[in-house]
């Protein structure tokens, strides 16, 4: 083989190379993307459940309330029979 073709042969590696990294590099990027865009949705769904769990707890807090204000006026009533 002669330098020339050896250096042709070179060439058509480092090309080939070259390709297989760009490509390696867009599948990379894609990843990535899908990687934050799943961050993304889990983030959201997150405060979401926190927003959740804020409301069934002042509804908790709120039917706690309720029952106290029932209790004594149940108690109210029976003191007055």
Do not use: F, K, P
Request: proline share 0%.
């Amino acid at each position: 083989m002669t330098a020339e073709q050896d250096i042709a042969t070179v060439a058509g590696q480092l090309a080939d190379l070259t390709r297989t990294v760009e490509q390696m590099h867009n599948q990379l990027e894609l990843l990535r993307e899908r990687a934050d865009s799943q961050q993304d949705r889990a983030e959201a769904q997150q405060d979401r459940s926190e927003t959740q769990q804020e409301r069934i707890d002042l509804a908790a807090r709120e039917l706690a309330d309720v029952s106290d204000r029932l209790q004594a006026a149940a108690n109210a009533l029976r003191e007055s029979i």
